[in-house]
């Protein structure tokens, strides 16, 4: 007999008309669709064609018209600054309109975009909600980047208004905001209209006449604005992701489709109902904060808890649990190298005995492979399931999971269980042939993607095609490669491009060696994610000096590290670079980075055949043991 899980998939493949058009019905619309989807422009696939609706209307106006209004829509747990606020769905609402009255003030409208630059409070979520209330497109870049990547964002999303907050606030540091906006506005060549300023108490950032205007004056006097309609296929937001280049990938999310693949993952995946509280401890600069701090929780009814703090020092590694027992949490979802960290401070969960945690049901984990101590450790000292899910900024929700609200599996360490319903996941080899099943490959997904997933990048309908549907004609490119078991459970291993996953972060080795290669010492460099306990994997930089060369070699990293932290940003983690006086190629002149990256993790590697000098190899291992890695590492 089948199951729940087993229907939902076969029918979602076979039929997905069939199987999203009664799922839609459970939201608002003000104009049904015309067509559920709309294959008539392949590669690009649309979802609830002619539909109008509102994102906005959806997350908050919707509850309040059913009787839900007093309800606690979003709780705001600041144990940085031993602040804790709830907002039900009347008061958030509230907020909402008048923040988008702010903004119509501001000209901004329909099809705008606005960019968001904050750290994690409820100001930053009422802005992302205010913008969807009037059909603008916003563009939420994470805190941890460096002005020049904010920058780069504004010259491509080109928005109109900028919101901002004085500062963030990062374990103990107050981190001031405004001059990075400042700085990243003068380095844009596109320059916005407005720039609106939360002010925090713990900084006052300066305001530039006739630019900057301060967020409370302008809510006091602003007019509250209603939902306006929108077409499902109209862009929601546009979230910069890191690609093989310097140059972020504009992932656009429409509407609809983001509407309806998100409210269902809810129940599905999350076993999370109206009323629940449900807790993404991510930051909102991701696409986990954008889909499951702010969106699907608030459009399913529930709960949902901003956090602005870090699983361990803020104060300790009992802060997660702290959070759970105060606010009655039913699922956590985070990422596996929080739960190392919390781990690593409090090994035996000592913490964890001095909290309630009668309301906690599901651990949900992901933004890398969940690795089986991590595992382990969780299941045996939370004594609830721990589910590993698979996705990526691009399909904005799990691709691969055990869909806790339909189908229970048995959990297999290292995989995320079963492709979800919607998901036609496939292995292939370079051929686009199917594999057998346990044996690598490219992982890829047969179009058409379900709803709410990207439909293309932003105003570069090329760039999407060839980063994701060329390759393997048919398909969707995740660019991670693994293989599916007998039972159809999933293994993610690795990505097959030079992304790396950083303490859950994704950032581009690319980008980095772009960056190091502006020193001007420098005449060659490599950067590659070796693997690193907390963090999962952190980048380490190889760099070969021009000749002639003769300035300190420490002062040389020093300033390349810096270089990294200035143009990236803190959250590249960058730390670690060694200068070596060639790098192992191929004959072709290829950098043999898996090579490195293997004498780096003391993994058995085979000499490549096509290796130009193997003696090379020798010099590259010398020079990580003296930074301590590898087998000749002296740490
Ligand atoms: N604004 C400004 N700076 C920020 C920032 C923000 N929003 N977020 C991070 N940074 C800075 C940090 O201060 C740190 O700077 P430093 O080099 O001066 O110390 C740097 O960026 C790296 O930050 P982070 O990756 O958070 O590392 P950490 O060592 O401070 O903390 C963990 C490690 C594991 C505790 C932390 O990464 C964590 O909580 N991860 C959870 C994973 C997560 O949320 N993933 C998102 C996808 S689910
Ligand atoms: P991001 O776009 O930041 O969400 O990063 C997406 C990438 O993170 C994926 O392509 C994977 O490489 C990795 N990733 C995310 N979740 C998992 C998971 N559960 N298991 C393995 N890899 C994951």
């Not at 619309?29 to 064609?49: E, T």
């Not at 960058?574 to 980075?593: D, H, M, Q, W």
């Amino acid at each position: 007999m089948s199951n729940l899980y087993e229907e939902a998939y076969n029918q979602s493949i076979n039929d997905p008309e069939a199987f999203w058009g009664p799922i839609a019905e459970e939201c608002h619309w003000y104009k049904k669709w015309d067509k559920v989807l709309d294959d008539s422009n392949k590669p690009f696939y649309r979802w609830f064609v002619g539909g109008e609706m509102n994102t906005c209307y959806n997350a908050l106006d919707l509850h309040i018209d059913n009787g839900i209004g007093e309800n606690k829509a979003l709780i705001y747990d600041s144990p940085v600054t031993n602040t804790k606020r709830v907002y039900t769905f009347n008061e958030l609402r509230d907020e909402v309109a008048r923040f988008a009255g702010v903004l119509a003030a501001k000209n901004v409208q329909k099809g705008d975009r606005v960019i968001i630059y904050m750290p994690m409070i409820p100001e930053a979520a009422i802005a992302m909600l205010a913008c969807a209330r009037l059909g603008a497109v916003h563009s939420v870049v994470f805190g941890g980047f460096a002005a020049n990547e904010l920058a780069t964002r504004i010259n491509d999303a080109k928005p109109k208004v900028m919101v901002t907050a004085s500062c963030g606030i990062e374990v103990k540091k107050v981190i001031p905001y405004k001059p990075l906006l400042d700085e990243s506005i003068n380095l844009a060549g596109f320059k916005p209209d407005s720039c609106i300023v939360f002010q925090r108490p713990m900084v006052q950032a300066e305001l530039k006449a006739g630019r900057d205007y301060d967020w409370d004056e302008l809510m006091n006097a602003a007019k509250p604005h209603d939902c306006v309609p929108v077409l499902a296929t109209d862009p929601l937001y546009i979230l910069y992701t890191s690609g093989t280049t310097g140059q972020p990938k504009g992932v656009v999310r429409d509407n609809g489709g983001h509407l309806v693949a998100l409210k269902w993952t809810m129940k599905a995946i999350y076993d999370i109902d109206e009323g629940d509280v449900y807790w993404a401890a991510s930051d909102i600069g991701w696409v986990v904060g954008h889909s499951y701090i702010v969106y699907a929780p608030l459009f399913k009814g529930a709960t949902t808890i901003m956090f602005e703090g870090k699983p361990v020092g803020t104060p300790d590694a009992g802060t997660f649990w702290r959070v759970i027992q105060d606010h009655g949490v039913k699922s956590l979802f985070t990422a596996p190298t929080a739960f190392r960290a919390i781990k690593r401070d409090d090994p035996e969960a000592k913490l964890m005995k001095d909290y309630d945690l009668s309301s906690f049901k599901i651990l949900f984990l992901a933004g890398e492979r969940t690795d089986s101590d991590t595992l382990k450790w969780a299941e045996t000292n939370l004594k609830v399931p721990v589910i590993d899910h698979w996705w990526q900024t691009e399909t904005g929700w799990a691709i691969a999971a055990n869909c806790m609200g339909l189908h229970h599996f048995p959990v297999k360490p290292g995989s995320p269980t079963k492709a979800v319903p919607g998901w036609d996941v496939q292995v292939v080899d370079p051929n686009n042939k199917p594999v057998a099943s346990g044996e690598i490959g490219a992982i890829v997904v047969k179009l058409p993607l379900p709803p709410g997933t990207l439909p293309t990048l932003w105003q570069n309908d090329k760039r999407y095609i060839e980063a994701y549907l060329e390759e393997f004609p048919g398909y969707y490119k995740t660019a991670d490669a693994g293989y599916i078991d007998e039972e159809g459970y999933i293994y993610v291993m690795t990505r097959t491009d030079d992304i790396i996953n950083v303490a859950g972060h994704r950032l581009s080795t690319g980008a980095m060696e772009e960056v190091l290669s502006c020193h001007p010492m420098v005449a060659e460099c490599a950067v590659m994610g070796v693997e690193d306990r907390l963090k999962g994997q952190v980048p380490l930089g190889f760099l070969v000096l021009k000749a002639g060369v003769t300035v300190d070699h420490d002062q040389i990293i020093r300033e390349a590290i810096q270089m990294v932290r200035d143009q990236i940003g803190p959250v590249a983690a960058f730390k670690t670079a060694t200068i070596v006086k060639r790098l192992p190629k191929t004959r072709s002149g290829k950098i043999l980075r898996g090579t490195m990256r293997s004498i780096a993790d003391q993994k058995e590697y085979k000499v490549p055949a096509t290796i130009d000098d193997p003696a090379i190899l020798d010099e590259i291992e010398v020079s990580l043991g003296a930074i301590g890695y590898g087998k000749k590492a002296s740490k």
